[in-house]
């Protein structure tokens, strides 16, 4: 039976995107341009201070602005799963969300929703809402409903930190389910995943201590068999960490679609240190190796749209510029037919550095460009409280980069892939007889018949939940193939350009 995921959970149908023309000859050239908008710091906190933020916006030419309304399991907004932050915002019914999208849709600019992925929290007072998560799953709770990450040596707060652990299924699914809440309510042209990964505070630069939560060890004792205790070195269990965050991000791109496909994805991706080249290789990096990032290979799998790269690198200092441009080379060398938006820290650097940043990240052949952040554009702003240096360092880096590297304005690049779709994806879950989840079971997708392309070997997250993305369209069988299964089960689903085709396999 096939049919879209949206209907299969009761949403709307999304209209086909309208395929663009070409663009007229004195349309915009395609380059994102955009900043990061923190909310640590002033941008939407009232109505006064969003109409300022797209003012600034639009005086840099920004055609997207990434704005933080997920700091800590909390929102920046009053109608999502997550609940409203304690933040000092205006009083409700003042919306910041809401309010931003307003203002900049009207000046022609995009809104993404920039949220934090596992940040669960980090003061020492608990938050207000008794439905937030550091509450309900935090340090009181037990089993599976105890959400928090631990670290291998029983840590699991540092200072005020509090994480989730990826690996523990019931908060992947509220994370995914507060994703598409806001989503769902709001008209945000995107979501932009921050801390998508391990946590720092880790005993070593190429290993991350994290994922030792019960649940956590659990699963990977069910996955492999193992009855010992893995060092955070251990390979095994850190490719089976990788994995728990890549699975979060592929349920998240795929009910993103489900709710509307025109909403783009995008990831801050880890560039901590040197470039691939300097290590052998995107293996012996430090995202891939002391956060578990696989940001390269979701590029490569088609779950993101988008990666804004978190290419924070002092270009006064010889090493970092050298760090930097690594990076750029293998930032473009990686997207693999989707968009890379190089993200400089523009706090580390003054503005005749950011500016030489700017101009190296269009020379290197980046589909854009996004400034961190907004409140602070220069070692000077991030030096003073007074905010009207902030405003005077934020309107000269205005008029530096107007005057050189976007004197010319521009328009958001278009997601071909969702556009003009030419591939579709299957999604669905594994069903066990007796009714528990079909977790980390393993599955085939085979193209049968005309159907091109190779068989792709998959594997169900901890609710029995699968997808491929990326699908030449076409009939596959989709077979369990789990050893331990007293059986094998399989069943065919026909896939079609643009859409999502469900697929439910019964595990004997």
């Not at 995202?287 to 990032?293: A, E, G, I």
């Not at 005077?392 to 969702?418: H, I, N, S, Y």
């Amino acid at each position: 039976m096939k049919r879209s995921l949206a209907a299969v959970l009761g949403l709307a149908m999304v209209p086909a995107l309208t395929l663009a023309g070409p663009a007229a000859a004195d349309e915009p050239e395609e380059q994102w341009r955009g900043m990061w908008v923190d909310a640590f710091n002033v941008g939407i906190y009232t109505p006064e201070q969003v109409t300022g933020l797209v003012t600034d916006a639009q005086a840099l030419g920004a055609n997207a602005l990434v704005v933080q309304i997920g700091r800590r399991f909390d929102c920046f907004c009053n109608d999502a799963l997550y609940p409203r932050t304690d933040a000092a915002i205006d009083p409700a019914p003042y919306d910041p969300l809401a309010e931003v999208i307003d203002a900049a849709h009207a000046a022609g600019i995009e809104v993404h929703a920039w949220i934090n992925a596992t940040t669960l929290w980090n003061s020492a007072t608990p938050p207000t809402s008794g439905d937030h998560a550091f509450n309900a799953h935090g340090f009181d709770a037990t089993g599976g409903d105890r959400w928090l990450n631990q670290r291998y040596d029983g840590v699991e707060r540092v200072g005020n930190n509090a994480y989730i652990d990826p690996a523990n299924p019931a908060a992947v699914d509220y994370i995914v389910d507060a994703v598409t809440s806001i989503t769902n309510t709001y008209d945000v042209d995107g979501v932009n995943l921050d801390y998508i990964r391990y946590p720092d505070y880790n005993a070593g630069e190429f290993q991350n201590d994290w994922g030792y939560s019960e649940t956590s060890l659990a699963r990977f004792a069910a996955e492999t068999g193992r009855t010992d205790r893995p060092e955070p070195v251990d390979a095994e269990f850190s490719q089976w960490r990788r994995d728990q965050v890549s699975a979060l991000v592929r349920k998240i791109y795929v009910e993103m679609y489900a709710t509307d496909a025109s909403d783009r994805l995008s990831i801050n991706g880890i560039t901590y240190a040197y470039g691939p080249v300097s290590y052998g290789g995107w293996e012996g990096t430090r995202p891939y190796t002391n956060v578990l990032q696989d940001w390269h290979g979701w590029l490569d799998e088609g779950i993101i749209d988008t990666i804004t790269a978190m290419n924070y690198k002092r270009e006064w200092v010889p090493e970092q510029a050298r760090m930097f441009d690594e990076w750029n080379d293998a930032l473009v060398d990686y997207a693999a037919g989707r968009h890379v938006v190089n993200g400089p820290a523009l706090y580390l650097n003054e503005i005749p550095d950011s500016v030489q940043q700017a101009q190296d990240t269009l020379d290197a052949g980046f589909d854009g460009w996004m400034g961190y952040s907004y409140a602070n554009v220069s070692i000077t702003a991030t030096a003073s409280s007074d905010p009207a240096v902030k405003t005077a360092e934020r309107a000269a880096l205005t008029a530096a980069l107007r005057g050189d590297v976007f004197a010319a304005d521009a328009r958001v690049p278009e997601m071909e892939w969702k556009t003009s779709p030419t591939t579709g994806i299957l999604a669905g879950t594994v069903v066990v007889r007796d009714g528990s989840a079909a977790d980390q079971v393993d599955l085939v997708i085979h193209p049968i018949g005309r159907t091109p392309g190779e068989r792709i070997v998959l594997r169900t997250d901890g609710t029995g939940w699968f997808a491929a993305v990326d699908l030449a369209p076409g009939r596959y069988r989709v077979e369990v193939v789990e050893a331990s299964a007293t059986g094998t089960a399989s069943t065919i689903v026909r896939v079609d350009a643009g859409e999502i085709t469900e697929a439910s396999v019964r595990a004997r």
